[in-house]
């Protein structure tokens, strides 16, 4: 049996969130303003082994995102553990990552550093990386001018390109021009074949998580509602949302 490379014990995170204030209350008043606490993962626990391709799936505000960027070290738990076993760890999101003001040439360098990469490594994949992405003479202008599908493209680039352990997607497979998404669904796939590493699939598509995982984890309201086999699970959850519409 394959070692485990990701571990998730109890896993509780909690926000703090303000009621809506209406813009004429003064500053002293909106500091006086009460807090909510959302509860967005209720104790998950779970176990991946080395090598395994896992989907998530689960309506919008299940706690999906919040659980991805917990695994990437984004998020602390307010309870719970996470152990990675050693293993690198990257996170492909659209908003998560790049700083707005710096180019994409710099933003690739800055990524690759908080990778744990060595700037002599990140350089020499650099060409690929700006090949594969697309962009052109736009990999040195500053981020905050990209287009999301052109931020989403330079993210999958460096992801792919720089090979981590263990690497987490949320739902960037589904962005950008159909000839960007054919090539990055068919590198992802590459990806996949190495038998050592571990894949994370967050995911509202239904092909993708049957075409590339061969274990899916249903989240609702926080709290896993069901594991198993793509097709049952996923089978299940679409009848489920249909209920519910």
Not at 65 to 72: D, V
Not at 76 to 90: A, F, M, Q, R, Y
Request: a positive charge.
């Amino acid at each position: 049996m394959a070692e485990p490379a990701i571990t998730v014990q109890d896993l509780h995170i909690r926000y703090r969130t303000f009621k809506p204030v209406p813009i004429r209350k003064t500053l002293s008043m909106l500091k006086k303003s009460k807090k909510d606490l959302f509860h967005a993962v209720r104790g998950i626990s779970f176990e991946i082994p080395q090598g395994q391709i896992v989907g998530i799936i689960g309506k919008n505000g299940s706690g999906k995102s919040t659980l991805l960027r917990a695994i990437a070290g984004i998020y602390s738990p307010d309870e719970g553990k996470i152990d990675l076993h050693g293993n690198t760890v990257s996170l492909l999101s659209i908003g998560v990552g790049f700083q707005a003001n710096l180019t994409g040439y710099q933003n690739i360098l800055l990524s690759g550093l908080l990778l744990g990469f060595s700037e002599k490594h990140i350089r020499s994949k650099m060409k690929e990386i700006i090949e594969f992405s697309e962009l052109g003479s736009f990999i040195h202008k500053p981020v905050k001018t990209y287009s999301s599908g052109m931020y989403s493209k330079l993210a999958f680039s460096i992801t792919v390109i720089l090979e981590t352990d263990i690497l987490l997607i949320d739902e960037v497979l589904s962005v950008g021009d159909v000839a960007f998404k054919e090539k990055s669904y068919n590198r992802m796939k590459k990806l996949i074949e190495d038998e050592k590493r571990t894949v994370i699939i967050v995911s509202h598509s239904s092909k993708t998580i049957r075409d590339l995982c061969d274990h899916v984890i249903w989240v609702h309201n926080g709290v896993i509602k069901r594991t198993g086999k793509p097709d049952e699970v996923v089978d299940e959850y679409n009848k489920f949302m249909k209920v519910r519409k």
